[in-house]
């Protein structure tokens, strides 16, 4: 890649990091491109030189989001190792990806409503399959006896719904570490709340 | 109380529950009077003897659940039983007032958002105090090495967090029973995912 292309896509890139942080503080719709030229600092007409409106950027947040659960999904299906190991890698993953790319995962989160056509079809169908694959390894975890023997769906949609509020919650200024955040979810659900 | 008292006080919780429908369905916004008058099947003039606004359906819905929580969790907490006993006890009852009240519920969770003033205040305040009376449950527990040492809010907020997904998932023809539901959900959260 040329010097050149790196800048453009370095700037590229802060536009929509700025874009993610904006969407979650005013909401997708509270946000104009002025407002988001604005605070990337450049004027609207050069900016539309790196993205061309408000859906693309949006389009661009949700499916980098989605292709990072997937790939790491995909490698850790590939890795040796146990069900639970692989379980609990997916659980950290989850409360990493909130930690460092906070805005990011929320817009993926909520305002993926606001994608239309083929490309929120496209996302909708890569969120279920995400989460046929998740259920899938969970599956095979009980049959191995690994996993308690519980419906599947309901084990899922606790483990994705159990980690939803790390993304409210988590603030770098919080009286814990991100790794002592990571364990303390994935003792609970992992090993239950008892003792 | 008198037999037509009777009969006003049924009409109203009707109007509420038929409205709490319509929000969860709708949208707090996208609902009118006149959807409602018509979902209830009264004349909109017949329905404020009734109720005077949307804003006080809204409230009347969302104390209502509210106090619900609070009355259990104040009868749990006043029961003789170890802290995984109440524990248990109160994620079983955020499983079933889903349930058996999920439009109600989703109401509560999602569109207290529109509530103003007091009447918000009053609501927060409530939740926040709801959420420390459970924290302290937690709290005790750890204490007398009942459950798993781990941050209080951390534990606090994933089990919250972690049935929030029934709402959107439970109707009554889904394949599993809503006590096998409660047990499963229970059973994961505080003896684990692993076996």
């Known amino acids: 890649m040329s010097d050149l292309s790196v800048v453009k896509k370095n700037r590229r890139q802060h536009i929509l990091d700025e874009a993610a942080r904006l969407f979650k503080e005013k909401g997708f719709g509270g946000t ?4 988001l030229a604005e605070q990337v600092g450049m004027e609207a007409a050069s900016m539309y030189n790196h993205i ?13 989001v989605a292709d990072q659960y997937i790939a790491h999904l995909t490698e850790i299906e590939q890795q040796p190792g146990t069900y639970v190991e692989k379980i609990r890698a997916l659980l950290r993953l989850h409360v990493r990806l909130v930690i460092e790319q906070g805005d990011a995962v929320a817009v993926a989160n909520h305002d993926w409503k606001y994608l239309t056509g083929e490309k ?4 909708l169908e890569a969120r279920r399959l995400y989460e046929r694959r998740l259920a899938a390894l969970i599956e095979e975890g009980m049959a191995q006896g690994e996993l308690q023997p519980l419906h599947v769906s309901v084990a899922l949609f606790t483990l994705l719904s159990a980690v939803r ?10 009286d814990i570490s991100p790794e002592a955040l990571e364990d303390d979810i994935v003792t609970l659900l992992m090993k239950g709340l008892e003792k």
């Open 32 to 35: 104009s491109m002025r407002d």
């Open 52 to 64: 061309r409106s408000k859906d693309e950027i949006l389009e661009q947040i949700c499916f980098q």
């Open 120 to 123: 929120r079809a496209t996302f």
């Open 165 to 174: 509020w790390v993304e409210l919650w988590y603030r770098p200024e919080r």
